[in-house]
């Protein structure tokens, strides 16, 4: 079965950096599009920022555009969450995600999405 890897989080002052990574588990994976949820305690899972199968296609939620970068390397079949200027809000459990439809398009939605990592937690403390 599939399943996707998340790593990098950890606790950070506000203002500081993190990078995530997501692994995915096999080459197959480059033909998908992928995406970045997170998730608060008590608050629902939202969109972060997505990226298109052929890696020319960015998609981000207003809250993280200009900080965060969303990148695939493909020769390693993982996804990146470059993480900049950093707020205490953005703290929560970052989710990759990858919409596994040969061909598929960008999407918002978390019903879109049918392969999951884990999750890993990012503090950013004030």
């Known amino acids: 079965q599939v399943q996707l890897v998340e790593s990098g989080g950890g606790l950070v002052q506000a203002g500081g950096s993190l990078r995530l990574s997501c692994a995915a588990p096999t080459r197959t994976f480059n033909n998908y599009p992928m995406a970045w949820f997170r998730q608060a305690p008590g608050k629902d899972r939202e969109f972060v920022a997505g990226i298109s199968r052929s890696d020319d296609i960015t998609d981000y939620a207003d809250s993280v555009k200009g900080r965060f970068t969303i990148s695939r390397l493909n020769l390693n079949t993982t996804m990146y969450l470059q993480m900049n200027s950093l707020k205490p809000e953005d703290t929560a459990v970052y989710y990759c995600?990858?919409?596994?439809?040969?061909?598929?398009?960008?999407?918002?939605?978390?019903?879109?999405?049918?392969?999951w990592g884990q999750g890993t937690q990012v503090t950013v403390s004030s």
């Open positions: 995600a990858a919409r596994r439809i040969f061909g598929g398009s960008l999407a918002r939605a978390e019903g879109m999405y049918n392969a």
